[in-house]
């Protein structure tokens, strides 16, 4: 089904390319990807995937119990998009860029997680993201993003515009780079 040898290259000769588009010069580990999908499974509805890349978490996804059918795939690299489409072929695939989200049919949406570089994205462009993404969630849905920055990836200023609040939910030493999620959920009245 996969072979990381050739996704790590294929990874790499991505970054190369388009290093702040792609953010990172290998695939993400399967310990991040355990840490992104712990907290889903298979009852959590259709779930989605903002830059899955070579499909690392969405493996994960699966082993969670999440059938394919429950799967939005947004990947805006035509070489990753393909790619995609051939591991995952019963999931919706979105070719196209996440700022500008609009899912065709109504879905409910009971979770996303998100590989995004967020940090090397301007403000309105996270924004934008961050609206479409919780504009398709239900009201418990919540957001998983990683980063390999410090903090949460999100500005606190853009948080409280939004009504949304991120806690820390575990650091990933092995990961290369080494890597932190957070959870991003609307804020309780």
Request: hydrophobic share 45%.
């Amino acid at each position: 089904m996969t072979n990381t040898a050739s996704d790590t290259l294929l990874f790499l000769r991505s970054w190369l390319t388009k290093p702040l588009e792609v953010a990172a010069i290998a695939p993400s580990s399967t310990r991040l990807a355990a840490a992104m999908t712990t907290e889903i499974g298979r009852y959590t509805g259709d779930v989605l995937e903002l830059g899955p890349g070579t499909g690392i978490f969405t493996r994960a996804l699966l082993q969670n119990g999440v059938r394919q059918d429950q799967l939005v795939l947004v990947e805006r690299n035509p070489t990753f998009a393909a790619l995609l489409r051939g591991r995952f072929p019963e999931a919706t695939l979105i070719e196209g860029d996440a700022q500008h989200l609009r899912l065709a049919a109504p879905r409910k949406i009971g979770a996303a997680i998100s590989g995004l570089p967020l940090l090397s994205m301007p403000r309105q462009a996270v924004r934008d993201i961050l609206e479409a993404v919780f504009r398709h969630l239900t009201d418990d849905g919540c957001l998983f993003q990683f980063t390999y920055g410090p903090r949460c990836p999100v500005p606190a200023a853009l948080l409280e515009i939004l009504h949304l609040e991120a806690s820390f939910l575990r650091w990933v030493p092995l990961n290369l780079p080494p890597a932190s999620v957070y959870r991003l959920s609307r804020r309780r009245a």
